[in-house]
């Protein structure tokens, strides 16, 4: 599994947007990124993935460059409910376990 | 929406007593993990779990865990002697064959004394 490096942690206002960067310069050529987000006290939830260039969906937007050494989770005008721990992972198709770092410490202030 | 649900919330006991903790998957999930987060640290990979037997395991996963599917809807881990370093957060996850999306529970804290 590919190496994935992301900030401790940032802080945000409510009302912004907020881009999570996570550099993963060893990716593999069948790795897709994957962030996860989680609450205290609560299990990992699945926020988006992508492979390369640009997804969405209700929560988040996924951007990958062409060399896909990098990628940034974008979550538009956070409320105090997105403070939680970000976690990006790159995951081979079919790979069973799932490697977390320590991801970043997201904290929204009012 | 289907969700992956665990019991107990909370289970406490005392050092060297076995612990059963218990997991409904999502129903048509063929992938079954357990993880543990010990307080303020980072999720951990235990085992996986697929067809009825242990796909992988973890360092952390020695001869006091033990999995089990004993019908068509739950997974169990169980611990036969707990020790204090296993307290912490544990986690089932669940997927489909179609992709690797995990879906996790919401954990049962387990404080060993």
């Known amino acids: 599994l590919a190496k994935t490096t992301q900030p401790i942690s940032m802080d945000s206002y409510e009302g912004q947007e907020v881009n999570i960067t996570c550099s993963h310069n060893n990716i593999a050529t069948n790795d897709y990124i994957t962030w996860y987000q989680q609450f205290p006290s609560q299990g990992p939830r699945f926020i988006i993935q992508g492979y390369k260039t640009k997804v969405t969906n209700e929560v988040a937007s996924l951007f990958i460059p062409a060399d896909r050494k990098s990628s940034t989770l974008s979550l538009p005008r956070v409320s105090l409910s997105d403070t939680a721990v970000y976690y990006c992972l790159a995951l081979s198709g079919g790979y069973n376990k799932l490697i977390f770092g320590a991801g970043t410490r997201l904290a929204v202030h009012p | 929406e289907p969700e992956v649900t665990q019991t107990p919330s909370h289970q406490v006991t005392q050092m060297g007593q076995e612990v059963i903790l218990r997991c409904v998957p999502i129903s048509n999930h063929l992938y079954f993990y357990w993880y543990r987060q010990i307080l303020g640290q980072k999720v951990e990979f235990l085992v996986s779990f697929y067809n009825n037997e242990i796909s992988e395991k973890s360092e952390i996963f020695d001869d006091q865990f033990s999995v089990e599917r004993p019908d068509g809807s739950n997974f169990t881990l169980k611990i036969r002697s707990t020790k204090l370093e296993d307290s912490a957060m544990y986690f089932c996850?669940?997927?489909?064959?179609?992709?690797?999306?995990?879906?996790f529970g919401p954990g049962t804290r387990l404080t060993v004394l």
């Open positions: 996850a669940s997927r489909t064959y179609a992709t690797d999306t995990q879906y």
